[in-house]
């Protein structure tokens, strides 16, 4: 029996924090799936992490399993693509809209083989002041199966002045798995005059192969008693990294890496080239509004890394949508459009 209903299982007590245990508009392929969940037999440690699977039902990717704990929730819809295109889009959003001074989120997401899922948010991922020197944490760990793709494009995060969040992405893929990642953060709240006043931003993205490490990277941005962010940063306010790796997005790494490669050469040998507005700093030298950097990795190059650096959120929208629009016919909709 096949259903789609959302189902409420109710709520619990867990460290103190009521937690409420749901499926939402989720297909289930069994009744047993249900019955478990209503009647407790499910792992009590699975529900406090939080769980996400996306396994073939019929014919189409569907999210079988959907667990969430306070202060993370998950938002699944019936529709949110062409219907025609196989794919599951799941957004990821937190109560009170941001991310509070000692949160601890954590969840696993597991994509079948053959299905293909999207992962993003609603907004930008707020995170609050610091309070006590608490520092806020995020953890996501991923399965990718053969033939699979799994596309995370959330938008930017902004941590507010003092803010402490630490963020650790974990991707276990196999031969034939395809991913997408999109990890970037912004210089924090202008109109309120914050530019880099965060203490401490952390963001740590692994990718093993069969269990062995493939891809494993780590950036710190931590304001010191010598010299602050925003000074290393200069006139830049946003950062950013973009991971594609699989057979189903080859095509989009040769395109990315001639795009890139073409347009640093214009910035570099040509400033007027194309109008782009570029940033005088303070002894004169024009610097571009968006400098990126792409290399492959792994073995036959099966994986490609843009690190990006933009003087403003908005640029670096403009090149995610013109770098990734090609997705389309893949995920149903364009990304950042």
């Not at 297909?27 to 969940?37: A, F, I, L, N």
């Not at 699975?46 to 306070?70: A, D, H, L, N, P």
Request: charged residues 20%; proline residues 4%; aromatic residues 8%.
């Amino acid at each position: 029996m096949d259903m789609h209903d959302s189902v409420i299982v109710g709520f619990r007590k867990s460290g103190g924090r009521r937690v409420r245990e749901t499926r939402m508009n989720v297909r289930v392929s069994t009744e047993r799936d249900v019955s478990d969940v209503i009647r407790g037999r499910v792992d009590r440690k699975e529900m406090e992490r939080g769980k996400i699977v996306v396994e073939k039902v019929g014919s189409q990717s569907s999210v079988t399993r959907c667990f969430s704990q306070y202060p993370l929730k998950f938002i699944i819809p019936t529709k949110a693509g062409r219907s025609d295109i196989d794919a599951v889009w799941i957004y990821t959003l937190t109560y009170g809209g941001g991310i509070v001074s000692g949160d601890c989120i954590s969840f696993d997401l597991i994509i079948q083989d053959a299905c293909t899922a999207v992962l993003t948010t609603q907004a930008s991922t707020k995170v609050y002041k610091s309070v006590a020197i608490k520092c806020s944490q995020q953890i996501m760990e991923a399965r990718i199966g053969s033939d699979a793709l799994l596309v995370v494009i959330p938008d930017p995060v902004t941590c507010f002045s003092t803010a402490r969040y630490s963020q650790k992405q974990v991707f276990r893929i196999v031969s034939g798995s395809s991913l997408l990642v999109v990890d970037w953060i912004t210089s924090g709240r202008h109109q309120s005059g914050e530019k880099w006043d965060f203490s401490l931003y952390k963001s740590t993205n692994h990718i093993y192969l069969d269990d062995k490490p493939l891809f494993l990277d780590t950036v710190l941005l931590e304001n010191g008693n010598v010299t602050s962010i925003a000074e290393r940063m200069h006139d830049y306010q946003v950062i950013a990294m973009v991971i594609l790796l699989g057979p189903k997005l080859q095509d989009i790494q040769d395109q990315v890496q001639e795009d890139v490669k073409k347009m640093m050469s214009e910035q570099l040998h040509a400033p007027s080239a194309g109008g782009r507005s570029k940033v005088c700093n303070s002894v004169g030298y024009a610097k571009p509004s968006l400098i990126a950097s792409c290399n492959s990795f792994g073995p036959k190059g099966i994986g490609v890394i843009i690190r990006i650096s933009a003087t403003t959120t908005e640029a670096v929208y403009r090149f995610l949508h013109r770098q990734l629009a090609s997705m389309e016919p893949m995920v149903g909709l364009c990304p950042y459009p």
